[in-house]
């Protein structure tokens, strides 16, 4: 059973009439390639007559065993999506055909895709979040916790009072509500100076801004609690597509020293290695080839074959792979899954390549690649149509 899910929609106008439908075929699809959406095999479909009440007869693979409608598609100037009704098989792969909608892309695709010879670009060294981590909602998984309460039984020691906790998404505190909101640091370095509530840079917190009329309050709580110095650091999980989350923080109250600056950079290196040990957790790694075929500056199309894989990436929104051409380093990159087509036995998954790469200047390098493969897949085309109208 042909399984296909739609992630991401292309923006589409639909097409008035059938009429309009019809003649768009007639003058824009005659000399160029047609094919059947959702195929298995990127499967070629020709129009070979327009008949006078607008239906058509078209030819494709006599292998091929569509049901009783046929969604077909095209680029001209515009991507173009046509439905068919097919109202009588005429023989094996020869079909008379009704129009029964159609809709046209609202812009030109941005770049041209081609077809890739098996073993020419390869995907491999999958690198897929077992659970994702939102902005709204901070549902952490169970095993993100265990790691956040390892670290603090560890680093207990770190000062009088440790505080290792989730950010919740209806967070009340005021000063945890704003960690959440904009992932700044707090540091009071001496809870009883109120100079030492002011930020030292932007990347900290301001009481004085935050707190306002209440500040002189929080203050003499501190003191009455026997606090001498307190620090909450962030903790900011950055995904496969480098958004920033700040879900967690970690807090340190002193009550026999003042903290220095040296002691936010501690925390903060900290809390960076405790983001990697999540993010260990958090990831699986498959170091599996699978076919790369089809692709562009913009994305791909990948054949995946392997079955953890499969399981995987129908759970994930994207994921960060390397794309290795023949002859050729790996170039790692973010894949943002936008469909996926299932024969039962393989998962094709169309993906649009989004955020930056993990290295410095690999899309720069990838374009270089592709450059020469578009311009000879540009002149076999045009060759391909010349010899069509001779």
Known sequence: M????????????????????????????VNRKLYIRYAVEKTEIAISEFLDDKTIIVVTDPTYEPDKNLSIYGLSDKYLEVDLEIIEERGPGY?????????????????????????????????????????????????????????????????DIVRVDVLASDEKDIILKNIRKTGNTLFI??????????SISEDFIDLHDLMGGELAGYMKNNIQKGYKSLIIVPIIYITEDERSIPFAYIQLISKSEKFGIEKVLEVKDHAFKLVDRIRDANTSLIT?????????RGGAKLIITDEDLKKSIVK?????????????????????????YSDGDVLYVGVDFAGNSSRKDEMKRFYAILQPMEKEYKANLIKSLKSKKI
């Open 288 to 296: 599996v080839h699978q076919q790369v075929a089809d692709i562009s």
């Open 2 to 29: 042909f399984k296909v899910t739609q992630r991401k929609q292309r923006n589409f106008d639909d097409l008035e009439s059938v009429d309009e439908v019809y003649e768009l075929l007639k003058t824009q699809f």
């Open 95 to 159: 079909y008379h055909c009704k129009i029964i909608s159609g809709r046209r892309a609202s812009h030109g695709r941005r770049d041209l895709r081609f077809k890739v010879p098996p073993n020419e670009v390869v995907a491999t060294n999958f690198k897929i979040s077992k659970h994702t981590i939102e902005l709204t909602g901070f549902k952490i998984p169970t095993s993100i916790k265990v790691v956040l309460d390892q670290f603090h039984s560890t680093n207990s020691g770190l000062s």
């Open 189 to 198: 370095e001496d809870v009883s100076d109120m100079e030492s509530y002011k």
């Open 316 to 340: 994930s929104k994207g994921f960060i792979f390397d794309i290795v051409f023949k002859l050729q380093a790996p170039i790692t990159i973010y894949g943002e899954v936008r469909c996926t």
